[in-house]
């Protein structure tokens, strides 16, 4: 199974890719994990303040689609 370092990889883009396009196809890419996603959820907390609005939007999605376990990331929904 290649998705704990598929998982990986998308931490490490999301941290340190500075293309926003890249950025916003490793989120969509998560969004289709939904709740499986969760381990990307400190880099998509992260992504809420990124200086791309499409990667803002992207992270936001995907917080979304993690579902309960991103109930904690509220307030940081509410500041973008």
Known sequence: SGQ???????????????????RVNAL????KLGPKAEPVLPEATA?????DATV???AAT???NIG???KGVAPDLLDM
């Open 4 to 22: 704990p370092k598929a998982l990986a990889f998308i931490r490490t883009v999301l941290k340190n890719e500075p293309s926003p396009v890249v």
């Open 28 to 31: 969509q890419a998560m969004n």
């Open 47 to 51: 992504a809420l303040k990124d200086r």
């Open 56 to 58: 803002r939007q992207c």
């Open 62 to 64: 995907l917080l979304g």
């Open 68 to 70: 309960p376990a991103a």
